[in-house]
């Protein structure tokens, strides 16, 4: 069969036709995820396309008002649009309403695209992940606003799966299987499964007989439950996040290795935003949880509350990036 109808068929098998409860409820959780850009990751791969989904070019009022001062907020895509819109708007409203300004919520199917908005001066404030950070900070000052606490802690993982009933007991036992990355920028779903094989010695083309990219940590996870994938590496949020709320997906996979732990993906502004509003911002995110609409929005995000957090708690991305930029740069010699 074709490079094309396996397409077609990956995009069948991992966005039904119908929502589930379950993918409504997780796309909430985008706070948690993704990501470095990556020469290390093949953008050649197959990726599922969701453009299907929505105009992922427009931007989208959350609330309606007369008013002429707006906050333009932006959140990497991980699940489908309309569903993004739906369950983040109350929350957006309340962050907007904090600062005195309606929330405008801005889409894009990349990571990338994101920080471009942010570099751009496009948006107000982000939701990005790890990867993208530190890229960003690098790149135009990237500023670190906030950051989720989830469980009491402000770090993630990186989980490699695999189907609960295969043989597969370890990441080496993957050689020579189908794999599933999220994005090409992702740190826990790209970043570091490349790491990891470069560690070895290995390169994700040389190890895996085909891997491609799902753009989503969802999708990844639904991907290996439904054998689409013999393995995939995804956000540890998100699998816990979904394994708590419905493991009907996540009780068909098995961890077969965790990652270190990497500063949890953050909120940020351009570093030449307005001062005011960037101060008016960072105190409506770091007294959210006070507010007694927001308890029961972020209770089911998973999120304790927000905090501050230094650039250093990003340190361990940047050396990974750095150790596989060595790697690739000794590779071509």
């Given at each position: 069969?074709?490079?094309?109808?396996?397409?077609?068929?990956?995009?069948?098998?991992?966005?039904?036709?119908?929502?589930?409860?379950?993918?409504?409820?997780?796309?909430?959780?985008l706070f948690f995820l993704v990501t470095?850009?990556?020469?290390?990751?093949?953008?050649?791969?197959?990726?599922?396309?969701?453009?299907?989904?929505?105009?992922?070019?427009?931007?989208?009022?959350?609330?309606?008002?007369?008013?002429?001062?707006?906050?333009?907020?932006?959140?990497?895509?991980?699940?489908?649009?309309?569903?993004?819109?739906?369950?983040?708007?109350?929350?957006?409203?309340?962050?907007?309403?904090?600062?005195?300004?309606?929330?405008?919520?801005?889409?894009?199917?990349?990571?990338?695209?994101?920080?471009?908005?942010?570099?751009?001066?496009?948006?107000?404030?982000?939701?990005?992940?790890?990867?993208?950070?530190?890229?960003?900070?690098?790149?135009?000052?990237?500023?670190?606003?906030?950051?989720?606490?989830?469980?009491?802690?402000?770090?993630?993982?990186?989980?490699?799966?695999?189907?609960?009933?295969?043989?597969?007991?370890?990441?080496?036992?993957?050689?020579?299987?189908?794999?599933?990355?999220?994005?090409?920028?992702?740190?826990?779903?790209?970043?570091?499964?490349?790491?990891?094989?470069?560690?070895?010695?290995?390169?994700?083309?040389?190890?895996?007989?085909?891997?491609?990219?799902?753009?989503?940590?969802?999708?990844?996870?639904?991907?290996?439950?439904?054998?689409?994938?013999?393995?995939?590496?995804?956000?540890?949020?998100?699998?816990?996040?979904?394994?708590?709320?419905?493991?009907?997906?996540?009780s068909r996979t098995k961890i077969i290795?965790?990652?270190?732990?990497?500063?949890?993906p953050p909120i940020v502004v351009h570093?030449?935003?307005?001062?005011?509003?960037?101060?008016?911002?960072?105190?409506?995110?770091?007294?959210?949880?006070?507010?007694?609409?927001?308890?029961?929005?972020?209770?089911?995000?998973?999120?304790?509350?927000?905090?501050?957090?230094?650039?250093?708690?990003?340190?361990?991305?940047?050396?990974?990036?750095?150790?596989?930029?060595?790697?690739?740069?000794?590779?071509?010699?």
């Open positions: 069969m074709n490079k094309s109808n396996n397409e077609f068929k990956c995009f069948l098998r991992i966005h039904p036709t119908q929502n589930s409860l379950p993918l409504r409820i997780l796309s909430i959780f470095l850009l990556l020469t290390s990751c093949n953008d050649q791969r197959p990726t599922v396309d969701i453009s299907s989904t929505a105009d992922h070019k427009s931007s989208l009022p959350l609330v309606k008002d007369n008013r002429n001062a707006v906050l333009h907020i932006a959140i990497s895509a991980m699940i489908s649009p309309e569903i993004t819109r739906e369950y983040f708007q109350d929350l957006m409203e309340l962050i907007a309403d904090r600062v005195g300004r309606r929330a405008i919520f801005s889409q894009r199917r990349t990571y990338a695209e994101i920080n471009e908005l942010v570099q751009s001066h496009e948006v107000d404030v982000a939701l990005v992940c790890s990867g993208p950070y530190t890229s960003g900070h690098k790149k135009f000052g990237m500023e670190l606003l906030a950051v989720p606490v989830v469980h009491g802690q402000t770090v993630y993982h990186s989980y490699i799966l695999a189907q609960r009933d295969s043989s597969i007991q370890s990441f080496e036992d993957l050689r020579g299987k189908k794999f599933a990355f999220t994005d090409p920028h992702s740190n826990t779903g790209c970043l570091v499964p490349t790491y990891m094989l470069a560690k070895r010695g290995e390169t994700p083309d040389a190890f895996f007989t085909e891997s491609f990219f799902t753009r989503s940590h969802d999708n990844s996870i639904r991907a290996v439950a439904d054998g689409l994938a013999d393995g995939a590496a995804v956000d540890s949020l998100i699998w816990e996040f979904m394994n708590t709320v419905d493991p009907t997906e996540t290795e965790k990652s270190p732990a990497y500063g949890i570093p030449d935003l307005d001062d005011n509003l960037k101060q008016r911002l960072k105190a409506a995110f770091l007294s959210i949880h006070e507010e007694q609409k927001a308890i029961p929005l972020l209770h089911r995000i998973q999120v304790d509350r927000f905090t501050e957090a230094e650039d250093t708690l990003y340190d361990s991305v940047r050396e990974m990036q750095q150790w596989l930029d060595n790697f690739n740069n000794g590779e071509k010699k």
